[in-house]
């Protein structure tokens, strides 16, 4: 497999020898005009013609009962080999053997034909020739049987000779309409039971069972396997209803199993409980729910629930995944704005976890975690690539534009960039997309294209790129890399060269369904996970003038298939929703809705314009399942459209007001989560059922929530979170937490919350309680034990008893650091709550603050509540304690230090301001002894900056006495040092001009008039 490193270093290469041109995306920049939102693009690539005249003439021929003729055309579109011929085998390049290529790229291709009706949804040519080929009569099917019938015996004898699977699915695919096509599907059926697989083999029995002449001939059989295969799948009513269609067509059968006869179900027996009795006898293996979390959203359905509950609102763990203290303060000031602006924009990386281990992005990396200890196990990659060369450079430099391209990098991968923050696990291997580059930024843009002679595109580092990498990591051996698909080579499977891969791919039975744009194409690319080798795919769209390196929309949206019922649904966001029915490999069904786009004018270099902010388009493309059903929240759309599963039929759509994301569908209802609102609709016809606010103030969703039962819990900026009941939209609980929230998952009786800042890991309270209980009876000295009971004290709001649990834990493990640590966050919590009361503390904590953050909250704390009990002189001496200790941190650059004050959840301000305020207020409630010692106190340090001679005493003295009386002198003595320093082109100049011009019209002539000579 080629290196990384050396792919890097070859791209280098290039670079340094190729004469290119250096072009602003920004000096192409054109308005464009609006589609219309009636106008729909076809984004289907046309079947061909010989085909489309081929369905023709086998639908006349039918007409007229020549059904010599129309088997014959039937059976031409489903053995349709193209115009070229097969793809050579390509060789392994591990060790040279022939990767077999079971069907030409043309041969396994499906089209679309155009809708019968004006509702917007394609159907599939070959499901369509299968259609009418299944509705002739028995005569018919003789005939077909005849001409086709001796090519499907040949490839069935030679399937089963070589145990090849792949050809039994290619015997489905051309002849499923022949005696060898139905006896390849029943085993093909049974090879997936046997591999524990009851869903899919459930759909290919489902197909014979919907076959009048495959039931007659595999009946009663048929019925029993379809049945069992259902129930496993965890769909019982399918399965009562094969039953009971079984118990009406033979009444008095008898099954032999295990050299039993079993009697079919009496007329007052339960048939599920029957069914499962049967079952166990036949060993049929049995599938169980999830327990891990291993791709987006949980399950392929894009909708599971959690076995969840209320968290305690002190993390149990806390791991920083900002590079460093400055990245990490750019961050805060995003957050900060964005909620400022009222602009929920939620985080984009969404953890999983994996057999104790929780995999999530960095603004760089792939980390992961032991989720029992916190602590970081490996990451990913671990050489740097071109675009961590990128935003190395960026970090480096320190001029205002650096900076401001550094914030937008992070706003992109941390808040909008869906392909990058999603991951998928097959519970052996993590699947990650890299050397992603960058969107384009807008019309803040400052990235360049690259351009070769004869106009190929080169990449830059970091800038837009047309293609990116698909890798398989194995997880037992700490993210060893197993294999590298894509790029502009195509790594480990050459027939990826140049593809873009659109999102995260979705891991079934052995296989990754991924959806990626590659010749001007979106197409569906099935891949063997563990070579990560090409083993079929699909055509989806063509977007030829559209190309994803100029679409900033669709780069950002992240497109991952969902799977439900045997259907995958892969949302393309370029207008269109593609279903694909894997077992046969063909498309099921096309879909095509308006969007919001704005038009490119067909020139390349005007990146696609959509807007990308939250709350003017839905959150991400994913799509949800649920009843048979198929919700669609596209990004380029404007609407939540529902349609069925099976016939792609538009049941309802809605216009999206301030929707975000579909967080759940369960009960018959859709949850979608809103700017300020959650709302539910029915899935029966979109109605809205209920809408419930978030009642507090600016409040916003702050990430994804999860569902238990019946109950939805939302994060929320405010730093709550929200049990809302799913049935009826009643807030349940509200719970508020120390920190922010973010995306939200739950594993092992614990919550993990992702937010742009860090991974968080919360104890469920219920669970914990009853461990607590129950290691206490066994040992009362159990110190983990006796720390959570403190705990969970805390959180019942005991902050006396849990204190005085904590002490004599602390005395009985004084080595503890996490007993310390708690028993440090007791106290503080007492004296933020109530100084007056627990003021004794104040000389029994000095000793345990074993960190800033820790002496930082503590002086806070003793400042405010010296200041509230009216002790003025000692609040100030406090205050002043506290500017030393914030200047000296603020020097320090600490990554440990805050420099932002939390006023109340969700709102910081920056401590200089808050410190100068509080000492306004000070100075007004004290009495005039206490007012003329502090008002000495402040002279005597203006007078020592003075007398010092010292610029940035000064500085730090207006930073903190502005407001004083005292300010305007020192105002001007900083004025008279910044002029006898610089001259009237540098920036101690112009800072001395911006003090004086504030001076000019101060009450005090003699301020004033000095003011007005320094200048």
Not at 633 to 638: A, D, H, K, Y
Not at 959 to 969: E, L, V, W
Request: net charge negative; aromatic share 8%; charged share 25%.
């Amino acid at each position: 497999m080629a290196s990384p490193k050396n792919t890097l270093k070859q791209r280098n290469d290039f670079f340094s020898k190729t004469l290119v041109f250096l072009l602003f995306l920004s000096a192409f920049s054109t308005s464009g005009t609006a589609f219309s939102q009636d106008n729909v693009t076809n984004v289907f690539l046309p079947a061909p013609r010989i085909l489309k005249q081929q369905l023709g003439r086998a639908k006349r021929a039918i007409d007229e009962e020549n059904y010599s003729d129309a088997v014959t055309f039937l059976g031409q579109i489903l053995t349709h080999s193209g115009e070229i011929g097969p793809i050579e085998a390509v060789e392994d390049p591990n060790n040279g053997a022939p990767v077999p290529q079971e069907e030409s790229e043309a041969e396994s291709q499906d089209f679309f034909i155009e809708p019968d009706e004006e509702d917007g949804t394609f159907r599939s040519i070959k499901v369509e020739a299968n259609r009418l080929l299944g509705q002739l009569p028995d005569d018919a099917l003789k005939l077909y049987d005849l001409q086709y019938g001796a090519d499907a015996r040949a490839l069935l004898r030679t399937s089963l000779e070589n145990n090849d699977l792949a050809g039994l699915t290619q015997v489905t695919r051309k002849y499923f309409h022949t005696a060898s096509g139905y006896e390849a599907a029943m085993l093909l059926g049974r090879s997936e039971m046997a591999r524990g697989r009851p869903l899919t083999a459930a759909l290919g029995f489902r197909r014979l069972y919907q076959t009048p002449a495959a039931r007659k001939r595999f009946d009663p059989e048929l019925s029993l396997l379809l049945a069992v295969c259902w129930d496993h799948a965890r769909l019982q009513v399918e399965a009562r209803e094969v039953l009971m269609d079984l118990k009406a067509k033979y009444p008095d059968t008898q099954f032999t199993i295990g050299n039993q006869p079993i009697s079919i179900f009496r007329a007052d027996e339960n048939p599920i409980e029957w069914l499962r009795n049967v079952a166990s006898r036949s060993g049929i293996a049995d599938t169980s729910g999830f327990t891990q979390w291993v791709m987006f959203r949980g399950t392929p359905t894009r909708n599971a629930a959690s076995k969840g509950g209320i968290p305690l609102q002190a993390s149990r763990w806390r791991i920083r995944t900002a590079v460093d203290s400055i990245d990490e303060q750019r961050i805060r000031e995003l957050m900060s704005s964005s909620r400022e602006q009222s602009n929920p924009e939620l985080p984009s990386l969404h953890p999983l976890i994996v057999n104790d281990i929780v995999l999530t992005r960095t603004p760089e990396r792939l980390i992961a975690v032991n989720f029992k200890t916190g602590k970081r196990v490996w990451e990913f990659p671990w050489f740097n690539t071109s675009d961590e060369e990128e935003l190395l450079q960026s970090q480096l430099e320190v001029t205002e534009g650096a900076s401001h391209q550094r914030q937008n990098e992070l706003k992109q991968r941390l808040w909008q960039d869906n392909p990058y923050g999603q991951l998928a696990s097959d519970e052996k291997s993590v699947y990650v997309l890299w050397e992603m580059g960058f969107a384009d930024f807008g019309a803040n843009n400052t990235r360049r294209l690259m351009m070769a002679p004869g106009g190929a595109q080169v990449n830059i580092p970091g800038g837009p790129r047309s293609t990116n990498y698909l890798s398989g990591l194995d997880l037992e051996t700490e993210g060893s890399l197993k294999w590298i698909v894509g790029g502009a080579s195509g790594e480990d499977e050459p027939r990826l060269a140049g593809a873009f891969f659109l999102g995260a791919p979705l891991p079934l039975f052995g296989q990754l369904y991924v959806l990626a744009e590659l010749n001007g194409e979106i197409r569906l690319c099935v891949l063997d996970a563990d070579s990560g080798h090409q083993v079929w795919s699909q055509q989806l769209a063509h977007m030829d003038n559209q190309r994803i390196v100029f679409d900033r929309l669709r780069r950002l949206a992240g497109a991952t298939p969902s799977f439900g019922d045997g259907v995958l649904i892969c949302p393309t966001s370029a207008g269109a929703v593609v279903a694909v029915d894997i077992a046969n490999r063909s498309l099921l069904w096309g879909f095509q809705y308006n969007t919001n786009r704005k038009s490119t004018n067909n020139f390349p270099f005007n990146p696609n314009t959509s807007s990308s902010k939250p709350t003017t388009r839905w959150q991400d493309s994913s799509v949800t399942i649920a009843d048979s059903k198929v919700l669609l929240t596209p990004v380029e759309g404007n609407d939540i459209l529902c349609l069925d599963l099976v016939t792609g039929k538009l049941l309802w759509k809605r216009k999206r007001d301030t929707d975000m994301y579909i967080a759940t569908a369960h009960e018959k209802l859709a949850v979608s989560v809103a700017t300020k609102k959650v709302v539910a609709y029915k899935l029966a016809d979109g109605e809205p059922a209920w809408e419930s606010p978030l009642d507090d103030g600016n409040e916003m969703p702050s990430g994804r929530g999860f569902r238990t039962g019946n109950s939805y819990f939302l994060p929320t900026t405010s730093n709550r979170l929200l049990e809302f009941d799913i049935l009826e939209g009643k807030v349940l609980s509200t719970t508020k937490f120390e920190d922010e929230l973010g995306n939200m998952i739950c594993y092992k009786d614990q919550v993990i919350s992702q937010t742009p800042l860090s991974l968080n890991a919360y104890y469920q309270i219920e669970p914990l309680r009853k461990q607590v209980s129950e290691r206490l009876d066994d040992n009362k000295s159990d110190v983990w034990a006796l720390a959570r009971h403190s705990e969970l004290l805390l959180h019942d709001g005991d902050y006396t008893a849990a204190l005085e649990s904590l002490r004599k834990t602390h005395e009985a493990s004084p080595d503890s650091a996490s007993v310390r640590r708690l028993l440090t966050h007791t106290m503080l919590k007492l004296i933020e709550t109530d100084y007056e009361a627990n003021q004794g503390l104040a000389a029994e904590i000095e000793p345990l603050l074993d960190t800033r953050i820790q002496r930082q909250q503590f002086l806070t704390a003793l400042a405010q509540g010296l200041q509230d009990t009216g002790k003025h002189l000692d609040a100030f001496s406090a205050y002043l304690e506290l500017i030393t200790f914030v200047d000296d941190q603020r020097e320090a650059n600490s990554s440990g230090y805050d420099e932002l004050q939390r006023i109340e959840p969700g709102l910081r301000v920056r401590y200089d301001r808050w410190i100068r305020n509080q000492i306004t207020a000070l100075m007004a409630s004290a009495n005039a002894d206490q007012l003329t010692a502090i008002d000495n106190r402040i002279g005597q340090m203006l007078n020592e900056a003075v007398e010092n001679q010292e610029i940035g005493s000064l500085r730090e003295f207006l930073r903190y006495f502005d407001a004083h009386q005292s300010g305007a002198q020192a105002r001007l003595e900083l004025s008279r040092l910044l002029v006898s320093h610089g001259d009237r082109l540098n920036r101690e100049f112009i800072e001395a001009e911006l003090h004086l011009v504030m001076l000019e019209e101060h009450t005090d002539e003699t301020v004033a008039k000095e003011a007005l000579h320094l200048q």
